[in-house]
């Protein structure tokens, strides 16, 4: 299953906070078709049916089928840099 670094949980829970207003918000990683090779991070009030949910230090996490197979054994990892931009990183589970 996914884990998420103390600063993911942060920033994750950080942008849920400032952009919904929902207790059960969090960040959904989907990915259009099991082929694809990127990843789609959106804001949700509440998990789609069938998502899987990680949750981790106040943080949550929603995974769509086909993302949750990409993810299944990764480390989340995030950054804000110099200009305020958040940096996503994946990483093998170590």
């Known amino acids: 299953m996914l884990t998420l670094t103390e600063n993911a949980s ?9 952009t919904t207003d929902s207790e059960d918000a969090g960040l959904r990683f989907s990915q259009e078709a099991a082929d694809a090779s990127a990843l789609a991070i959106t804001t949700a009030d509440a998990p789609e049916p069938g998502d899987q949910v990680v949750e981790d230090g106040g943080a949550r996490v929603f995974l769509e089928e ?6 299944d054994d990764k480390v989340l990892d995030a950054q804000v840099d110099d200009t305020g931009s958040v940096q996503f990183s994946i990483a093998p589970q170590g």
Do not use: H
């Open 10 to 18: 942060t920033i994750v829970k950080t942008i849920t906070d400032q």
């Open 66 to 71: 086909n993302a949750a197979g990409v993810l």
